[in-house]
């Protein structure tokens, strides 16, 4: 059983197995669905269900009327009902519910894109590069990128996508709505119910459910690609398919690259982390304002965290390793390649990657300056000097397709508060001293005087950026603008940036570029080896993956794949995270206890895939998607097919509770109509 | 050189190589120094060394005079200085001299010993455990220890102890003196310059000592075995000796429990000490008062993070696991031992104890349970029923050797702080629950109503055991008492003894036992090979190495062994960890900038050896071990000729800072006598 199950560890190396797989719209493997379960999927089916799915900031939703209405997980829209919130009114804490459409609350930042075209531009990329040594290489392959989506249709957001590796590429353009308002979302404590313990467990009993709708010139958008709810939700064993943005995960890397996670990236990350938990606890822990705002971030920060130390765990498995050498060997020796060998190029890349880790990563990635204000004055600071520059020759993240969403984040309204502040800034710089060492030139100049608190203090104190304001006025003023400021936060981002760019030159050149070029070889010689019968990488772009409706067994103990609402209450404690609202318990008698809650798939899905639609064969949405199981985690290095679940919504509990708990009978009318 | 390094990683298996070994004063290889230094060690100057050491709580320290001087690190005596501080005078902070020996303030908890005897009582324990199975012999053994411990002389305390993993056992005999008084400490500004970023770095500048005497009948303790302090120190080269007890090692464990620390207990406990770090930190943040009450426990946690993050770089070293697996391979075969292979059976107790691990560690062990509250409660209600039972039938740390230490911890004035309480026992109580997970049957059981906050507090205002007074009662009323008390933590500690006891019982069987027996099979197949050219772990009993002044290459630079005071002023930024008193500014034109602040050695000590007396081949005093530099940390599993290094204090600095800055003339006259 180990064995089997380690031999599919690799498959993004290997051909795919049953059930596994985060496929490419354009390489769906309808014929592999047609012959295991007897289910045609075709090319409509295929675009409605692409048309009908959309692309938030961090998560997946679908539409599910034609007037723009979205169905996406409650924790997709947390940072909106934080935006939406005052001191005395705490949407995450209540909930809310739009009494019309009038009611309905626009969500500054949030967008929602949907992938209405892909380009295959391999061979423009590889022309682009051809002949090159790897340094070059990697600018050439940015400039071409970058080429490639400006010279795209108007209208259209295009954006550069490598799949495999570098294996292929493409162009892919989404139609935007960038005017994305809030219509429901229920009590943090129900939509969370179980907080951080039954994260990534199951059974589950958390309605992490929320509605937006879509917005153009001012009125609901006209979407008749949608999809239909169908509430009886899927049988014990139906085949399902799950439509979103897995955001990534690293079953193509080698064993070097995976140690390098194993023994640096993970450790150091979980460190800081775990600290910073215990600094969000302790803030939260003296008033019930102060819990409240830090709760967002430690949800989030909580999930990284369980999600890290599973992967640890996962990456400690020394059999794991062992078969990863021995997939690269076989695979080495099947494709021969010509030329150095691409697994000794990754090898030497990793171990420079170590030296090079730690101050690349305090320093350009910002892990020793952790606080939204300095994210800002990074974003002004190098906005200027980088818009000032032809979009082409520009950092990837500043060219024209990436401005609208920087511009949207600075001039946001979101509240910044100052003790959280203060608390993430001092921490992270003191973590840094730490790390880099006390007597590191640039820590030393930092520090040389002040203590971390005493400098974050001063820095958030004398800071200007909390006011949207002014940062639309430094953005809009240029370079001119940010040289001439004195904001204190403003000079730190500047006094950095030489540093900061520095290491991440040293970085692309001596980590990014061998990498990029090794690995493009090595996903060479797996089409060559498998065919396309391979997937790429999950990189926060559209996938499609089928599966069933499943439980397991966890040490022999089999695991039924549906939950029901009878145990929810029976787990109530009466304190969060275990705390069912009084909204429930009020009408807790006219409730049918026997409703499903939620459902356990094979579903190969990772973190992105939050609100995804669990999709039947006809094209109906019978759940969705908002977590997996603990062994899902592992599926950032494989799949393990025994184990691995994903955890959806039952569409039941969303009819019950917008039925019998929030009487949204207009929503829920909205929803059933067909 | 890297194959060079690992061959020496297995050392405690194979014989050990130059300046390589903790070894046993009955033991010690006075030969080889001989022959690689020239320089002989006898019987004679082995007992003076001997009986001039001292172990205390959980350090090292020696006489310096014959009237009981005592000098350690000032890290060994913060508990004391804590015990010794009020709100308005927190020595810690202050430092303390003594102005005259009627001044000298005793520290309540301070014991200290010295090691007057041993006595090889192998065979003894051998006999009792003959043709027993492997959980039979595990309760036998301990059965016979406390037998051969309470035959033991009247007046002296005898500990028995076990070497080479069961290979050896001996009787201790230890003499005690219960009357420990503080002489002189420095403020923690300069003994702990640099802090947690430059702990475990060389160079250094940490005036880390402190001096206590040794009071008998309440006068000054007659000490005529000490060791004079020569103060111009060691020169580079020189052959040094450490005389000291060692905390702990694993260079003899199997590849299988070194990948349960890797896998399991490193990473737990990595993150549960971060975060309680991310928690002292933030409430600290609040004020000077708070910063001060948690100071202690920080510095102690935040050196314990250290060593762990750096016990797991060393761990994922795959060459070294490699390398343990081929050292198994060639002992097997050239001991060629009868019956089932004892590392087979480690490895399968090691998964046995991943299963058992967390309920084990945070139920019986008191993960879950963090709070000084609780342990008394768990002391009272388990000394209770334990001190019901026969000496012989009693679990081994309540046995009448270890009741002294434990009334004289109960009835101690510590104080308690009720906010650092609810701190650490809420964030316990909450990683239980996540650990163990919210329906595991004793976290319902305590948490189903409550949150682990709420619980805390209630706990923790309710109790009545942060008085002294209370303790002693219940202490003295044994069983009775304690039944009839309704104080809230010892009905806490009491409602999950049978848990943890259970716990308890299960490991022992399961993991202890089993590996016990293999342990000593694998010791027996050492000694029969490599005859007594081998080193036992360190267990926190006395041990002596030998060792040169010596610096080491780091990234292709030299360090030097010696650091100077001139670098310390030069450092400073006038904020903490880098702030150097007012005191010292005062007088630096006083001073001579030259004096030699700090000396690396290639001594091979462990935690534990804090405070251990540096020693030339005259038997005198050449430096005061307080720390080593990062390479040291892998110690625990391998001794890096190439790069371990142990830091000293030396002793022109404490003579330079007595003599200029703290004008504590009496005292330095007392240690230059001859």
Redesign the interface.
């Known amino acids: 059983m180990r064995l089997l199950i380690l031999m599919m560890a690799l498959t993004a190396a290997a051909p795919a197995l049953a059930d596994e797989g985060m496929w490419t719209f354009d390489n769906f493997p309808a014929a592999s669905v047609q012959k295991i379960y007897g289910t045609a999927i075709d090319t409509a089916w295929l675009d409605h269900v692409r048309l009908s799915t959309i692309r938030l900031s961090n998560c997946t939703a679908s539409f599910v009327s034609p007037d723009g209405l979205i169905l996406t997980n409650h924790h997709c829209v947390e940072s909106c009902l934080a935006e939406l919130s005052s001191k005395d009114n705490a949407l995450i804490d209540l909930g809310y519910l739009a009494p019309s459409r009038t009611a309905e609350r626009r969500c500054s930042t949030q967008l929602a894109d949907v992938l209405v075209g892909m380009e295959d531009v391999t061979a423009k990329v590889l022309r682009a590069v051809a002949g090159l040594d790897d340094q070059a290489a990697n600018s050439a392959r940015k400039k071409v990128l970058t080429e490639l989506e400006q010279t795209c249709e108007r209208k259209l957001l295009c954006q550069a996508v490598t799949l495999y590796e570098g294996g292929e590429y493409f162009i892919y353009k989404y139609k935007r709505y960038d005017d994305v308002r809030l219509v429901f979302a229920p009590e943090a404590d129900i939509a969370a119910f179980?907080g951080?313990?039954?994260n990534f467990?199951f059974p589950r009993w958390s309605l992490d459910f929320s509605m937006l709708r879509a917005y153009e010139h001012g009125r609901p958008a006209k979407t008749p690609q949608f999809l239909t709810i169908d509430f009886d939700g899927p049988r014990d064993g139906e085949l399902v398919f799950v439509s979103g943005h897995p955001g990534s995960t690293h079953r193509a890397e080698t064993r070097a690259q995976l140690?390098f996670e194993?023994?640096i990236s993970l450790?150091g990350g979980?460190?800081?982390t775990?600290?910073?938990?215990?600094?969000?606890?302790?803030?939260g822990?003296?008033s019930l304002a102060n819990e409240q705002l830090v709760e967002a971030q430690l949800n989030s920060l909580e999930n990284g965290?369980k999600v890290r130390?599973k992967l640890?765990?996962a990456l400690?498995d020394?059999a794991l390793?062992a078969r990863k050498s021995e997939e690269e060997r076989s695979l080495r020796a099947a494709a021969r390649l010509p030329g150095e060998d691409p697994w000794n190029i990754i090898d030497a890349a990793s171990t420079r990657e170590r030296a090079l880790y730690l101050p690349y990563s305090f320093i350009e990635s910002g892990a020793g300056f952790n606080s939204i204000l300095f994210r800002y004055a990074r974003l002004l600071v190098r906005g200027a000097d980088e818009r000032a520059k032809p979009n082409t020759a520009r950092l990837r993240e500043y060219t024209d397709a990436a401005l609208q969403r920087i511009e949207q984040q600075l001039v946001a309204r979101v509240p910044v508060f100052s003790e959280v502040e203060v608390?993430t800034l001092?921490?992270s710089l003191?973590r840094m001293?730490?790390w880099l060492?006390?007597?590191y030139p640039l820590v030393r100049q930092l520090?040389?005087?002040?203590?971390p608190?005493?400098l974050a203090t001063r820095l958030v104190a004398e800071t200007k950026l909390d006011d949207p304001g002014v940062r639309r006025q430094l953005w809009e003023g240029g370079q001119a603008a940010v040289l001439a400021s004195r904001d204190p936060m403003i000079e730190l981002a500047r006094a950095i940036d030489g540093d900061a760019r520095l290491q991440r030159t040293q970085f692309e050149d001596e980590v990014e570029a061998p990498i990029a070029a090794a690995s493009a070889k090595i996903a060479a010689a797996r089409f060559k080896v498998y065919g396309t019968a391979v997937y790429p990488d999950a990189n926060f772009t559209l996938r499609l993956n089928y599966g069933t409706v499943q439980g397991w067994i966890e040490n022999g103990t089999p695991v039924a794949p549906f939950t029901h609402l009878d145990r929810a209450f029976e787990?109530a404690?009466?304190?969060?995270p275990?705390k069912i609202p009084d909204t429930w318990w009020r009408v807790k008698d006219q409730l049918d206890l026997q409703t499903p809650f939620c459902i356990s798939t094979t579903s190969d899905i990772v973190g992105g895939n939050s609100g995804s639609p669990l999709i039947d064969a006809q094209g109906h949405i019978v759940g969705l998607m908002f977590d997996g199981n603990i062994h899902s985690i592992s599926g950032d290095y494989w799949f393990d097919t025994a184990k691995n679940r994903a955890v959806a919504l039952h569409p039941a509990i969303i009819r019950e509770a917008l039925d019998k708990v929030y009487r949204a009978k207009t929503l829920l009318a909205e929803l059933m109509a067909r």
Not at 274 to 283: D, M, N, S, T
Not at 447 to 451: A, G, I, R, W
Not at 573 to 576: E, N, R, V, W
């Open positions: 179980g951080d313990p039954d467990q140690q194993r023994d450790p979980l460190l800081r775990a600290e910073l938990r215990g600094r969000y606890l302790q803030f822990s003296t965290l130390r640890l765990d400690h020394d390793m608390l001092s921490a003191q001293r730490e060492g006390p007597d520090l040389v005087k002040d203590s608190t005493t787990r404690t009466g304190a969060a275990f």
